[in-house]
């Protein structure tokens, strides 16, 4: 251990559940992390995600340096902040000079902290003078923020952590909480088990790990959230389920929600929603009778073209009901990013202003103004993130800065969104790794210091402020956000402003801080009795938290009041609509997109760690066992997946989790380990009309059957990262090519790839020269009709390189080969065998890991199953499921499938 080792707490740069961790350092490298005990979101828990932070972020996937491409078609070359951002602030103002204001656009991310976010605000708002400044948000919370705002009267999430511990009755819909919020989830997990009497229900058009633990789960059809809403208010109002006394004394709008749910009988929601009748009684009597009853949800309500609607009417069970401010009650969205809040108090999506005010209100333009120092803010609406591009791919937008987001993969309809960045005259990505799919389209590439070595504070779900502390410094010539922005707009300052005094004029994240949190005085958010030196004594904190307070406020809305007009909450009586895009013979099936356990959306970070592909390998598409018959594809096969608007050629998997007609994609691919322009060439860019949300959970799709004769499987060790670079692009002609990091001790790459017909010698040649299969001590065989071609290179008796081209069937055996470190006689016969066949039973799927933590794979889960183990005798025995716990919920899924695996 060095000598010099040191832990600094700070926040894991996830999720929106905000844990604390304790970072190991020694001041130059982050060598361990460990959930602080201390933090109360997490109390020393953490995921399979966060647990795993000191493995990711590769120095050879970082940006580290600025650079500039000096016309398109050339490329980018390295070069020196000042001339990059003298460069950067000469083209604004040109720019803006010759086409006004609202030529440029920002486009953020709630992975900014509070200062980064709040410093480019300011920049768009103040000096550049354009409301075009929008954020990933848009497609994450912006339905949730139009809910609570339109129902509550304002964007404040009104319950605490604690409350999943106290309700008697959780709803959760629309969120894979077992993934996606793996840390409150095993609070709720805990909480049942001291009181099992708790009741969980579920909404989820799939069985996943979190609707597996439910005691109800109603798997309603995609997109039939507001009709089921609907249909439980109409029983709770037919039972007289519901608090009159709160609904007279704190609502308005009974009357006409009263009158539109008449139409939503059980029988009618039942069949709208293609769930049981009993089930929708159920559901009802449990949030009806129940004494304290908690809803959460997430994308399965905000990601919708009825995005709005579907959080208005989850918030209507919650008036009419009166289960708001108290413990154990609430409706309670979970943000996805880590500053999804910061960036919503920021004021960082394009209708909003700091301290949650709007664009489009004279009075808060005048106050936030006035503030700055500035004599107005601009008037003309800003863009919202689909229409900006839009914008950018018609030409409004000249000069686009992108920051902590990567719209090349996250952004629907991605041939659009490619041939936007592609004609925008400058386009400025600032990133933290070159290996996000929208570097390519930057003209200028500016290097971001992350997580580990940049400080500022962040809002996780429960209102709760944070202060991320830094531990090592940047990596290379990498600067933290809020002060490239500070340092461009000072620039910029010199053409707009000269000889006037900066806005921007500050030395450290904290002042910016200070600042912005007084533009949040008496406001419903107020904070401006926090600051770092009250977060470093007193730990994070709850807003509002006002001046001169001695703590922060755990829930919301206690005394009744709600910050309308009239200081009563609203009812909102909207109809059910259903998805944009129908069925229709073309397009038969609905594609739903989502997470898995152990990665973070692109995978610039977690693909950095290649035993996080231990749980999931490659995008593989999930569909119902009956389709697949239907369609005459077998399981595990390669499959064309197309939409209106797009095409990906990838493996589908039989899934009795999903219904028939339904298909499930993992949101995280994008151009770089699977090729084709990434899942999202596949979705829609419809949005919900108030909140302007994109609907990414409900595309039509379609499954074809495709012949790729050809067949290419590679893995080969070490220096994982350069090996990716210098290979992927060979694999641009070919139909299927898939790439993944995997291993622990021993990283590698693997590579699988199809082709109608086999790709030239010439071509074979340069990969095996980039796998070390050219020359050395290689073991070779082509079959004289050259169906099949294999290479394996062995040092020191191990497997360190293979591939095989023509046809695959022993690459799983192969795989296991290399995973045991053996290359023994049977290798050396089946390598000069004709065919490519593995010894015994072969062609087996490559076993996954369970559990991450301890390194536990199915096999020996299920092979202790098979021998009688049951949970706790798993965990003794193999120690999985021991340290994070995100496994769990599949060893129990393991566990109950038993007596079928006895009888098989
Ligand atoms: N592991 C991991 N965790 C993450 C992230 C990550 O990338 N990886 N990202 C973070 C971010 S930014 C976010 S926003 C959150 C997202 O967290 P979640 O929203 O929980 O995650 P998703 O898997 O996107 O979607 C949740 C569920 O919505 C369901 N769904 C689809 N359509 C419908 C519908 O019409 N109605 C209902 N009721 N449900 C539907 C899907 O089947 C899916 O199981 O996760 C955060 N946490
Ligand atoms: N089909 C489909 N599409 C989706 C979704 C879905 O469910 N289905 N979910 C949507 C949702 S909810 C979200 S939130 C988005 C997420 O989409 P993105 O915002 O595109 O996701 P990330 O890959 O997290 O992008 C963050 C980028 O910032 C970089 N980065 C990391 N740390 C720093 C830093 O400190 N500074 C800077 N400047 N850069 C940094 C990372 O390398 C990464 O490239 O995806 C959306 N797209
Ligand atoms: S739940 Fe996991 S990903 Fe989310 S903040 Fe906690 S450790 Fe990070
Ligand atoms: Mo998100």
């Not at 109002?237 to 009974?254: M, N, Q, S, V, Y």
């Not at 004029?505 to 406001?523: C, I, N, Q, V």
């Not at 055996?813 to 290798?827: F, I």
Request: hydrophobic fraction near 40%; include cysteine; glycine fraction near 8%.
């Amino acid at each position: 251990m060095p000598h010099n080792r040191r832990t600094t707490a700070s926040t894991c740069c996830y999720c929106g559940v905000g844990c604390g961790v304790l970072i190991e350092h020694d001041d130059e490298r982050i060598l361990g992390v460990q959930g602080d005990p201390q933090h109360p979101a997490n109390f020393g828990r953490l995921c399979s995600k966060g647990s795993t932070l000191h493995l990711t972020g590769d120095a050879d996937a970082r940006a580290q340096f600025p650079e500039l491409r000096l016309g398109k078609g050339l490329s980018r070359t390295r070069t020196d902040w000042d001339t990059a951002l003298e460069h950067a602030a000469g083209v604004f103002a040109e720019t803006l000079r010759e086409h006004g204001p609202d030529s440029v656009a920002f486009y953020v991310s709630g992975q900014l902290l509070t200062e980064d976010y709040y410093a480019f605000n300011k920049l768009a708002r103040a000096l550049v003078g354009t409301n075009n400044i929008d954020s990933n948000s848009r497609l994450c919370m912006s339905s949730a923020v139009v809910g609570y705002k339109r129902s509550l009267g304002a964007d404040a999430p009104p319950c605490s952590y604690e409350d999943i511990e106290l309700a008697d009755c959780v709803l959760i819909a629309g969120s894979n909480m077992a993934y996606a919020h793996p840390v409150l989830f095993r609070r709720l997990e805990e909480a049942r088990a001291r009181r099992p009497e708790m009741k969980l229900i579920v909404i989820d058009p799939r069985v996943t790990d979190t609707a597996e633990a439910a005691d109800l789960h109603l798997a309603i059809l995609p997109g039939t959230d507001v009709a089921l809403f609907h249909g439980i208010l109409h029983i709770l109002l037919w039972e007289g389920w519901i608090d009159r006394a709160f609904i007279d004394a704190h609502t308005d709008g009974l009357d006409e929600l009263k009158a539109l749910v008449r139409d939503y009988g059980p029988l009618a929601v039942a069949e709208i929603c293609g769930i049981a009748v009993d089930d929708l009684q159920r559901a009802a009597q449990w949030i009806g009778q129940s004494p304290s009853v908690l809803s959460l949800w997430c994308m399965g309500l905000n990601q919708s073209t009825a995005g709005s609607a579907k959080n208005s009417a989850l918030i209507n069970l919650h008036l009419a009901t009166g289960q708001i401010g108290r413990p154990g009650a609430g409706p309670f969205s979970l943000t996805g990013q880590p500053n999804a809040m910061g960036g919503r108090e920021t004021g960082s999506l394009s209708n909003l202003l700091p301290g949650h005010r709007e664009a489009a209100n004279v009075e808060h333009r005048a106050e936030v103004a006035a503030y700055w120092g500035v004599e107005r803010l601009p008037e003309s609406p800003g863009l919202s993130a689909i229409e900006l591009f839009d914008a950018v791919r018609d030409g409004r937008i000249k000069a686009l800065w992108i920051a902590c987001t990567n719209p090349a993969q996250s952004l629907p309809d991605q041939t659009r969104v490619r041939e936007a960045l592609a004609t925008c005259p400058f386009v400025i990505v600032q990133e933290a790794f070159t290996t996000s799919e929208t570097c390519q389209y930057a003209d200028l590439l500016l290097p971001a210091a992350s997580w580990g070595e940049k400080e500022g504070t962040v809002t996780n779900s429960e209102r709760r402020i944070s202060h991320v502390r830094p531990a090592i410094p940047a990596i290379g010539e990498a600067r933290a956000d809020w002060n490239i922005v500070c340092d461009f707009a000072r620039r910029l300052e010199q053409h707009l402003r000269p000889g006037e005094s900066s806005l921007f004029d500050f030395g450290s994240p904290s002042a910016l801080f200070d600042e912005y949190k007084l533009l949040t005085r008496e406001r419903d958010l107020d904070l401006s009795g926090i600051d770092y030196a009250l977060l470093d004594t007193r730990g994070p904190q709850q807003w509002p938290f006002r001046a001169g307070a001695t703590q922060g406020t755990e829930r919301l809305y206690g005394d009744g009041q709600f910050p309308t007009a009239n200081g009563r909450a609203r009812l909102i009586a909207e109809p059910y609509r259903a998805p944009k895009e129908k069925r229709d013979a073309r397009y038969p099936l609905i594609l739903n997109t989502g997470r898995l356990r152990d990665q973070w959306h692109g995978m610039t970070r977690t693909g950095t760690a290649p035993q996080l592909f231990g749980h999931v390998e490659e995008a593989i598409l999930g569909l119902h066992p009956d389709e697949l018959r239907r369609r005459r594809i077998s399981d595990g096969q390669l499959v064309r997946l197309h939409s209106r608007r797009g095409e990906l050629v990838l493996p589908v998997q039989a899934d009795d989790r999903l219904r028939p007609g339904q298909a499930f994609l993992p949101m995280h691919w994008g151009d770089r380990y699977l090729k084709g322009l990434g899942i999202n060439v596949l979705t829609l860019p419809a949005v919900d009309p108030l909140s302007r949300q994109p609907e990414l959970k409900h595309a039509t799709v379609e499954v074809s059957r495709i012949e790729l004769s050809w067949q290419f499987f590679a893995l080969v060790e070490g220096n994982v990262q350069k090996r990716f670079d210098a290979l992927r692009p060979l694999f641009e002609d070919l139909r299927y090519a898939s790439f993944s990091p995997i291993g622990r001790e021993r990283p590698a790459l693997v590579i699988r790839a199809a082709h109608h017909e086999a790709p030239s010698a010439d071509w074979l040649a340069r990969i095996d020269a980039l796998l070390d299969l050219g020359d050395g001590p290689v073991m070779a065989y082509d079959d004289p009709r050259r169906t099949v071609g294999k290479r394996v290179r062995i040092e020191q008796s191990r497997i360190v390189s293979l591939r095989l081209a023509g046809e695959t069937a022993a690459r799983a055996w192969l795989r296991e080969l290399w995973k045991e470190g053996r290359a023994d006689q049977e290798l050396r016969r089946w390598l000069l065998a004709p065919l490519s066949a593995a010894p015994g039973k072969a062609g087996a799927a490559a076993d996954k890991t369970l559990c991450n933590c301890l390194n536990v794979s199915q096999s020996r889960i299920q092979a202790g199953i098979d021998k009688g183990l049951d949970l706790e005798g798993l965990k003794c025995e193999l120690k999985c499921g021991t340290a994070c716990g995100s496994c769990v919920p599949e060893i129990k899924r393991l566990l109950a499938q038993k007596p079928l695996a006895a009888t098989a």
